[in-house]
């Protein structure tokens, strides 16, 4: 009785679905990975082995002005494993970590799909997937460091030097919903639904002349409603909409700046703008809340398939909170930004090189991060004064020196990884919000890393 009506609403999906299936240009890809750290690496503090691995599908599909991508692997995670897991690694954070019933260890998702239409100079994007801004390795506006979240949004080619691109996106807060939480408990069960928080932001990237690119960056967060589609206007600037709608929402500002130095050197400059007060621009105590990145970007240094980065990235304390935590910018409680978050630095080295069938990464990183406790969000929006890196524990930090080698097999579809990594971690164990003496510890570590994959490139480094 029941099928029926289901199978109405589903079979224009399914005939769609087969006429994908009956195209030539139609690839399916099967997906494994494993990776081990023996000691763990950056993505725990602790030194103790951890093994990730993976098992899914690719999927691609080309039909007239219509593009599908979906991924969708099922992860086993294995040894020191732990809800905080990755949370100072700049590798992807998991949407969820729930522990076997039948075995030991952990299990995650990884999944994303990407339908695009493209025509002449417009392109429409839909989907659940990642998205990364600017120029550099790193990302201080948007970054994929929290789990893909569904969005949709558009890239619009307006002249060859001018492109507009816009998205819009559904976040998770982790903020429960207590006024829905009746409908989902019971005596055996409990669940619950979380407080919407959404996304909407905007890119105007300008070529003004060959060698230099400048794009202009706007973003909003805003909660407890539904889809707005005041933000759905794409070419109005969303601050004036904020304000339109009663300061209610948390916008941010952005710049990125590329320059290419030489014909195989880029210099690039990233801004980020949480809060802005002009007349204090120059004082100590002021209420002008950045972030920053430097780079250098070079290729064909030693040989033709060689390239060089050196990065700095540094975020003020107070950027990416909100005096209303509903518009915080975060999802998954990882930040949008910066992956190491608000009061954060890091400095990066990274040389990559390909020889034959084999390829050669070094790579050095010096981050470190401060505290962000309730207190200090409160004493930034009364404008009291704070010294950077000061409190019950100062920071934490880490230092990061790892060389490895990729070696490729079986006409490039398969992967073999082989790496070490020398770690010196200070404070390791801090939690920013709540840091307490207690629970921090020094640690130097040496880790093995080696992994093998087989038709997908390593999710995590």
Known sequence: ????????????????????????????????????????????????????????????ANINHWTIEARYIQMGLFGNI??????????????????????????????????????????????KYDRHWGFG????????????YPQFGFRWKIKDNLKLTYFHGFLKSNIPDSSLAIYYQNQFSKRSLNVSRNIAAHQLEWTPFPKWTISFNESVIYAVRGFDVHYLLGIIPLYQIENYLGDTDNVQ????????????TQLYLSFYMDELTPEWLFKKNNHNWFAWQFGIHAKNILSNEDQFRAEYNWTDHRIYKHKFPVNDFYSHDEALGFWAGPHAEEFLLNYEIDMNNYHFISTFSHVKRGQVTQEMLEDSYKSIYYERYTGTIPFESRISLSSQVVRSFWNDKASAYLGLQWIDWK?????????????????????????????????FD
């Open 427 to 459: 404070n390791a164990g801090f939690n920013p919000a709540e840091p307490s003496l207690d629970d921090v510890q020094d640690i130097s570590k040496f880790s093995i890393n080696v992994g093998l994959t087989v038709s997908n490139q390593f999710l």
């Open 253 to 264: 500002l952005g710049c990125d700046i590329k320059y290419q130095f030489l014909s195989n």
């Open 82 to 127: 732990s809800q905080d897991l990755m949370d100072f690694s700049p590798n992807q954070s998991f949407p969820y970590l729930d522990g076997s019933k039948d075995a030991s260890g952990y299990w995650s998702e990884y999944a994303t799909t990407k339908i695009v239409y493209h025509q002449d100079a417009f392109t429409f994007e839909m989907g």
């Open 1 to 60: 009785m029941h099928f029926f009506p289901y199978l109405k609403y589903s079979l224009p999906f399914y005939l769609f679905f087969t006429q994908i299936i009956a195209e030539k240009n139609v690839h399916f890809t099967p997906i494994f990975f494993s990776m081990t750290n023996s000691a763990g690496g950056d993505w725990h503090y602790k030194d103790e082995l951890i093994s990730i691995n993976g098992i899914g599908m690719d999927a691609r």
């Open 137 to 148: 390795k790193r990302a201080i506006h948007i970054s994929n460091k929290a789990p893909s």
